[in-house]
């Protein structure tokens, strides 16, 4: 009963915190550098953050770079022998900041639970226009986790407009650090729902290399084109990129180390019409990877994807979304096998995500999202351990997450989150082997961000 009692004064004191916080907030715009530059509110931008919706993803295809007040822009024009200028007036910057609480139904095992973060984290962010065709988005995060900063996710464009058949292409160059991370919409891996999660709440251990494996770990250069519209085809090739790491690369004690080049496409189609903006498309990725080194046995991994997205919208300012997205992964871990960390080479996994989100208006937003991932057994790719361990070799997991968010700013957003498991690592009871139920992980999760 005292644990009970003591769990409840913790999340009725962070709650309260929480509101203290919504009604004093810094009064800024959110992601404020681009709202600045455009003149425009979040909401021009996005159904809710980071939520783009279609003027959101036209600006992001276009590079970040379009101004509200061209005042604000040093120009000179180009000359025989004058290179020409064109850049804001003042530095596009931004910073986010975030708390939160989190508690898991059973504690990790020898640590206390319901713990509060303040902060989770720290932002800075480098986001707009450096020059009439280039732009970014460039974000370093603090993680009170490991006491400093790091690189996050980083988006640089160039892009350009021209005609084909009479239709207009958009096109453009692009440098990043997170495969889907330059997408435009919100049914891929570096911009999907989930958008708020713990820091340290345990979460399943087998993942396509597409699904975050590799953020921020890798270097991305590529092409890119939007054909009237409609067609978006896009092209990159990775490289190893292990932030903290000396350069050249050596590999070692690092799982993954790409081995020549790792290719990315992606392929969508989308409509729009008044109400409705649809888009339907595929994307993956292949990758050769060396574990521990840059010599030697390679694993290979061949990601293919299939999503969809429909925004509907409904009473005049409320949207619906529907987003969905299959991940088929196909691996031959030769390296592995013979290192002895794999019963098997060849192996599959099949990912999905599917997630319902209701707007109302741009205050409120109710989202149900459900999760399966599938695959080979193996017992020694995936072994047991306590905790983090898989019992019986299957790599399984499914479950759900409910999210309840609120703006009562449009920089500030409150957010509650559960997610359970109806199975984590490969069974639903004792799947560690050390006695953990998949439930013991179900996460109650409370979040404030404040962006400036």
Same mark, same amino acid.
């Given at each position: 009963?005292?644990?009970?009692?003591?769990?409840?004064?913790?999340?009725?004191?962070?709650?309260?915190?929480?509101?203290?916080?919504?009604?004093?907030?810094?009064?800024?715009?959110?992601?404020?550098?681009?709202?600045?530059?455009?003149?425009?509110?979040?909401?021009?931008?996005?159904?809710?953050?980071?939520?783009?919706?279609?003027?959101?993803?036209?600006?992001?295809?276009?590079?970040?770079? /379009?101004?509200?007040?061209?005042?604000?822009?040093?120009?000179?024009?180009?000359?025989?022998?004058?290179?020409?200028?064109?850049?804001?007036?003042?530095?596009?910057?931004?910073?986010?900041?975030?708390?939160?609480?989190?508690?898991?139904?059973?504690?990790?095992?020898?640590?206390?639970?319901?713990?509060?973060?303040?902060?989770?984290?720290?932002?800075?962010?480098?986001?707009?226009?450096?020059?009439?065709?280039?732009?970014?988005?460039?974000?370093?995060?603090?993680?009170?986790?490991?006491?400093?900063?790091?690189?996050?996710?980083? /988006?640089?464009?160039?892009?350009?407009?021209?005609?084909?058949?009479?239709?207009?292409?958009?096109?453009?160059?692009?440098?990043?650090?997170?495969?889907?991370?330059?997408?435009?919409?919100?049914?891929?891996?570096?911009?999907?729902?989930?958008?708020?999660?713990?820091?340290?709440?345990?979460?399943?251990?087998?993942?396509?290399?597409?699904?975050?494996?590799?953020?921020?770990?890798?270097?991305?250069?590529?092409?890119?084109?939007?054909?009237?519209?409609?067609?978006?085809?896009?092209?990159?090739?990775?490289?190893?990129?292990?932030?903290?790491?000396?350069?050249?690369?050596?590999?070692?004690?690092?799982?993954?180390?790409?081995?020549?080049?790792?290719?990315?496409?992606?392929?969508?189609?989308?409509?729009?019409?008044?109400?409705?903006?649809?888009?339907?498309?595929?994307?993956?990725?292949?990758?050769?990877?060396?574990?521990?080194?840059?010599?030697?046995?390679?694993?290979?991994?061949?990601?293919?994807?299939?999503?969809?997205?429909?925004?509907?919208?409904?009473?005049?300012?409320?949207?619906?979304?529907?987003?969905?997205?299959?991940?088929?992964?196909?691996?031959?871990?030769?390296?592995?096998?013979?290192?002895?960390?794999?019963?098997?080479?060849?192996?599959?996994?099949?990912?999905?995500?599917?997630?319902?989100?209701?707007?109302?208006?741009?205050?409120?937003?109710?989202?149900?999202?459900?999760?399966?991932?599938?695959?080979?057994?193996?017992?020694?790719?995936?072994?047991?351990?306590?905790?983090?361990?898989?019992?019986?070799?299957?790599?399984?997991?499914?479950?759900?997450?409910?999210?309840?968010?609120?703006?009562?700013?449009?920089?500030?957003?409150?957010?509650?989150?559960?997610?359970?498991?109806?199975?984590?690592?490969?069974?639903?009871?004792?799947?560690?082997?050390?006695?953990?139920?998949?439930?013991?992980?179900?996460?109650?999760?409370?979040?404030?961000?404040?962006?400036?």
């Amino acid at each position: 009963m005292n644990k009970i009692m003591a769990f409840i004064f913790t999340a009725v004191t962070v709650l309260l915190l929480l509101f203290a916080s919504a009604v004093n907030p810094p009064k800024v715009e959110a992601v404020p550098s681009y709202a600045r530059q455009t003149g425009l509110p979040c909401s021009g931008c996005h159904y809710a953050p980071p939520e783009l919706n279609p003027a959101g993803r036209r600006f992001k295809l276009l590079g970040y770079v /379009d101004k509200a007040d061209e005042t604000k822009v040093i120009k000179s024009e180009s000359h025989k022998s004058n290179t020409a200028l064109d850049i804001l007036s003042s530095l596009p910057l931004s910073a986010m900041f975030e708390a939160s609480f989190t508690s898991t139904n059973i504690p990790v095992p020898q640590t206390q639970n319901a713990s509060f973060e303040l902060p989770q984290d720290i932002s800075m962010f480098l986001a707009g226009a450096w020059t009439s065709h280039v732009g970014s988005f460039l974000q370093v995060t603090y993680d009170t986790q490991d006491d400093h900063f790091t690189s996050d996710n980083t /988006d640089i464009r160039y892009a350009n407009t021209t005609k084909l058949a009479g239709k207009e292409l958009v096109y453009g160059l692009d440098l990043n650090n997170n495969p889907t991370v330059e997408d435009l919409w919100n049914d891929t891996p570096a911009w999907g729902f989930p958008w708020n999660a713990s820091d340290w709440a345990p979460t399943p251990g087998a993942a396509p290399i597409i699904d975050g494996t590799l953020a921020q770990d890798v270097a991305g250069f590529g092409a890119y084109g939007m054909w009237n519209e409609h067609l978006y085809v896009d092209a990159q090739v990775y490289r190893s990129e292990h932030v903290g790491s000396a350069q050249p690369n050596a590999g070692t004690n690092l799982a993954y180390n790409i081995r020549g080049a790792a290719p990315y496409w992606r392929v969508a189609w989308q409509q729009l019409t008044a109400k409705t903006q649809y888009e339907f498309g595929t994307y993956g990725m292949h990758m050769s990877s060396t574990p521990g080194g840059v010599s030697g046995l390679e694993d290979n991994y061949t990601d293919f994807a299939f999503d969809a997205q429909i925004d509907r919208t409904l009473f005049r300012t409320d949207v619906l979304s529907l987003r969905g997205s299959y991940i088929r992964e196909n691996s031959d871990l030769a390296a592995t096998f013979g290192a002895g960390g794999a019963a098997l080479s060849q192996h599959h996994l099949n990912t999905v995500y599917a997630n319902a989100e209701y707007h109302y208006g741009n205050t409120v937003t109710g989202t149900f999202g459900w999760f399966d991932t599938s695959g080979t057994s193996d017992p020694l790719l995936f072994a047991p351990g306590a905790l983090g361990g898989f019992a019986n070799g299957n790599p399984r997991n499914d479950g759900y997450i409910v999210n309840l968010s609120y703006w009562p700013w449009q920089n500030l957003q409150l957010a509650a989150q559960y997610t359970g498991y109806t199975r984590f690592n490969g069974a639903a009871t004792n799947y560690d082997g050390a006695g953990r139920n998949a439930n013991g992980n179900n996460t109650f999760y409370l979040d404030a961000r404040f962006v400036f």
